[in-house]
């Protein structure tokens, strides 16, 4: 079975640039889950998407916001980007909305300069 | 506000020696525990967790002990194996949570 894939792994922006992610979960999972991961802070919950609606958010500004497909295929975007959005943003999937296990793909380092 | 806290960056261990992890939390609604290991370049892979109606849970190498009056969980491996050198991360969520809480992740090194 593939693991959650996410596209691309690296990406350098600009300040003021917008950004679009792209996560894969595990075929069958039905839930996604995004975080923030940054030295000083760990992972933080940026939101939770299921069935196409986001179900949970974590406390981030309206410039980060996502999208789930049809195929539980998400995205997220960010929009006028600042340097301390530079971190790595990781996706996880589950079968089930507030299933403990998450299976989180590689992440996508994002540099803004 | 860090809900959930590793005070240790870094750990240096010797092979076949004893690993302890420490996470504290602050949220006395916290009811499940998990803790996750981290290869560079690779996403977190979950390693063992324990709900709060226990005080300890096992998975071969690896315990998890839970102490509800300190709000302080740690994780044990034994014996400990260069394999094992990753970054742990706890995480927390209360029963009917909506978010997981993770700590800072505590870098662990096992010196052949």
């Known amino acids: 079975k593939a693991g959650v894939t996410q596209t691309p792994r690296y990406l350098i922006k600009t300040r003021g640039q917008q950004v679009t992610l792209s996560c894969s979960p595990i075929?069958?999972?039905?839930?996604v889950s995004w975080y923030q991961q940054t030295p000083g802070q760990g992972l933080q919950f940026l939101f939770e998407?299921?069935?196409?609606?986001?179900?949970n958010k974590g406390n981030f500004p309206g410039r980060f916001s996502g999208r789930q497909f049809s195929n539980s295929r998400s995205e997220m975007n960010v929009s006028t980007l600042e340097l301390g959005d530079s971190a790595l943003y990781l996706c996880?999937?589950?079968?089930?909305?507030?299933?403990?296990?998450?299976?989180f793909g590689p992440g996508t380092r994002l540099t803004v300069t | 506000d860090q809900q959930v806290k590793q005070n240790s960056p870094s750990l240096s261990v010797q092979e076949g020696r004893i690993s302890i992890l420490n996470c504290d939390y602050t949220?006395?609604?916290?009811?499940?525990f998990l803790w996750y290991k981290k290869y560079p370049a690779e996403g977190p892979t979950f390693l063992i967790s324990i709900s709060s109606i226990k005080d300890k849970n096992e998975d071969g190498r690896f315990t998890v002990f839970l102490n509800k009056s300190a709000k302080h969980l740690s994780l044990h491996i034994v014996p400990s194996q260069p394999g094992d050198s990753a970054v742990y991360f706890c995480?927390?969520?209360?029963?009917?949570?909506?978010?997981?809480?993770f700590g800072t992740g505590t870098s662990l090194t096992v010196i052949p």
């Open positions: 075929s069958g999972h039905r839930s």
């Open positions: 949220n006395s609604m916290f009811d499940y």
């Open positions: 996880a999937s589950s079968r089930d909305l507030q299933v403990l296990e998450q299976y």
């Open positions: 998407y299921f069935s196409e609606t986001q179900r």
């Open positions: 995480a927390a969520m209360s029963h009917g949570g909506n978010q997981f809480y």
